[in-house]
């Protein structure tokens, strides 16, 4: 019976042909489902648009074809052609920049917090009294502290990821199921051991949560940190589209920015699957 | 001189705190094991087994009274009293293969002594097919299975034991018996082993430990001296378990009246 009583999730056996020929066609379909609401959002747009609702808001085509202008240039030849690239690459480097730099501080932290009195009983209670300020609410003060630019930029996006990062670090830490840790002292690893061979993988899954919490705000904190005057960035686009009244380059801006911060998501998706194939929760 | 014994219990007592009132979950409890006996703890639920496996483990210190393994005092658990829980207690980031080598690589043992003695002990276990799978893909039967394999593999001398078949349904119990005390006579193992099935303690123990509540203790011993294999549709075995069972009711009626 023992060997015979296979595991009923069936990761173990290889997937057949057939099971990957219903695989494929599943994700079709799933992928043609995901499709159909932003297909009629777009044809509304369109409607309205031709119908004179609004003047202000260029049509789907024309955002469209200045998009293309945006991304490779040829068409308009203003100030914006051809410049998507280098507004992106300014952007997602402050963000990267940024998130890194907030999880390189906030794990530890977090792990630090979850683990040890004297360092939550330290910090927690100030934590719990920074955390509700938003993000946007620093924008004068890191005027101020660090200039009108890019590193003010730099600084907010650090701000919106930390938090998330450390509370679910402190949370997975604090988490782990204390079984675990006898196991471990039984079976002879004890102490500071324990620190890297039970809280960390143990509170793994809680910490991506963190990570992708905190990029997603990265992101979004992104558009305001580049308000400040700086020269160059999705959100300095969107600013001067605003400035300029060209509504085109301002959606444009927007719908980058969604692109970017999509994939980049996946790609925390696509780590965290790879780290985290032990947990039930997390392959697939 | 008598042996020393690998497990002496003595006097040993419990008492939790819990908010503001006390709970004595473990009175005057005095036990002697012997190397290579297998000895099972029953009695009603809340009659203090787990807490004596734990003092014994080293979870717990005992709030009165002395748990010596070879004459020693227990401070803290320790690999040679290896723990089987209930609910497993795997790291669920391990494969099969990696739980089983916790131990044994915590100790920082050699890289090739220890692929060596992983192997044995998958083999051992019979999950040769799964020793790269994650406890998560395992059935509750196979995760027991490495539970007990990752102590033996960590120079376990004796295993504690805490219900751990109870979560299996009856033909995975009833096999996982049958091969732990294949395990048990091969190797010369030592088991402390609770349960709350009389006919599971009589057809493993060489001795049955009854135990009962308010608070928490030991009532009796009683020797089993049925011949091995058993077989519990025997007119023997049943003969015990009438004699057994008479005893823990009785104990039941005591109290009651
Ligand atoms: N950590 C704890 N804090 C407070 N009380 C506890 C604690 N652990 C156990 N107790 C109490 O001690 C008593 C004995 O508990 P124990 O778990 O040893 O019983 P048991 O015989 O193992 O029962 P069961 O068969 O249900 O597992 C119970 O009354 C329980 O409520
Ligand atoms: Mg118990």
Redesign the interface.
């Known amino acids: ?3 015979a ?1 296979v ?1 009923n ?1 069936g ?2 056996a290889a997937p057949s042909p057939r099971l990957g020929g219903f695989r494929l066609l599943a994700r079709l379909k799933s992928f043609g489902l995901a499709l159909i609401v932003p297909l009629l959002l777009l044809l509304g747009w369109h409607l309205a648009v031709k119908a004179g609702m609004t003047r202000l808001i260029p049509s789907p085509g024309e955002v469209a074809e200045y998009m293309v202008d945006f991304a490779v240039g040829g068409i308009w030849d203003d100030a914006f052609s051809a410049t998507l690239l280098q507004h992106l690459v300014a952007s997602a480097s402050r963000v990267y920049g940024g998130f890194a730099l907030a999880a390189l501080v906030a794990v530890p932290l977090g792990l630090l917090i979850g683990r040890v009195k004297l360092v939550s009983q330290l910090l927690d209670p100030f934590i719990q009294l920074m955390r509700p300020i938003p993000v946007t609410a620093w924008l004068p003060l890191s005027m101020i502290l660090f200039g009108l630019g890019p590193k003010s930029a730099f600084f907010l996006v650090f701000l919106g990821a930390f938090y998330p990062i450390l509370l679910n670090t402190v949370f997975g830490v604090k988490s782990v199921e204390p ?2 840790f ?9 102490g500071n ?1 324990q620190f890297f ?2 809280v960390l ?2 509170s ?1 899954p809680s910490i991506f949560t963190g990570l992708r919490l905190g990029l997603g705000l990265a992101w979004f904190v992104i558009v305001v940190g580049e308000m400040t005057g700086v020269p160059q960035g999705l959100g300095a686009v969107i600013m001067d589209g605003r400035t300029l009244s060209r509504t085109e380059l301002v959606i444009c801006g927007m719908i980058v920015i969604g692109i970017a911060g999509f994939l980049s998501d996946r790609l925390v998706v696509l780590l965290m699957n790879r780290l ?5 929760l997390h392959h697939g | 001189m008598a042996e020393l014994p690998i497990l002496d219990v003595q006097g040993v007592g419990k008492t939790y705190a819990f908010n503001d009132t006390r709970i004595e979950a473990l009175r005057d409890a005095n036990l002697t094991v012997r190397k290579g006996e297998f000895v099972c703890l029953i009695g009603a639920s809340g009659c203090g087994k787990s807490t004596l496996l734990r003092i014994v ?3 717990e210190p005992p709030t009165v009274g002395t748990a010596l393994m070879w004459g020693k005092p227990i401070q ?4 040679d ?3 089987v ?1 209930q ?1 497993y ?7 099969v293969r990696e739980n089983i080598g ?2 044994p690589a ?2 920082g043992r050699p890289k090739s002594e220890l692929k060596e003695t992983v192997e044995r002990f998958v083999a051992l276990v ?2 040769s ?2 020793a790269d ?7 509750g ?2 995760k027991q ?1 490495v539970a007990i394999a ?2 033996l593999a ?1 120079d376990a001398e004796i295993v504690l034991m805490d219900e751990p078949f109870g979560a299996l349904d009856a ?2 119990r009833e ?1 996982l018996q049958d091969e732990l005390l294949e395990l048990w006579q091969r190797t010369g193992l030592t088991v402390l082993f609770v349960t709350h099935s009389i006919e599971e303690a009589i057809f493993l123990a060489d001795r049955v430990v009854v135990m009962e509540p308010g608070p928490g203790r030991i009532a009796c011993e009683h020797r089993i001296t049925l011949p091995r294999p058993r077989d519990v549709a025997s007119p023997e075995f049943n003969a015990v378990r009438r004699e057994l069972s008479a005893r823990l009711h009785s104990h039941h009626a005591k109290k009651a009246a």
């Open positions: 019976m023992s060997d009583t595991p999730t990761a173990l079984r675990l006898e196991a471990a002292s039984m079976l002879g690893c004890r051991a061979k039970v993988p143990a793994l985290l194939r032990w947990s039930p | 483990a080293g979870f803290g658990p320790a690999p009293r290896g723990m829980f609910d207690g795997l790291f669920p980031w391990l494969t916790f131990g915590s100790r019979g999950l097919r799964f799978a994650y406890p998560h893909q395992l059935s039967g196979m299975r990752r102590v960590n033909m995975t096999r």
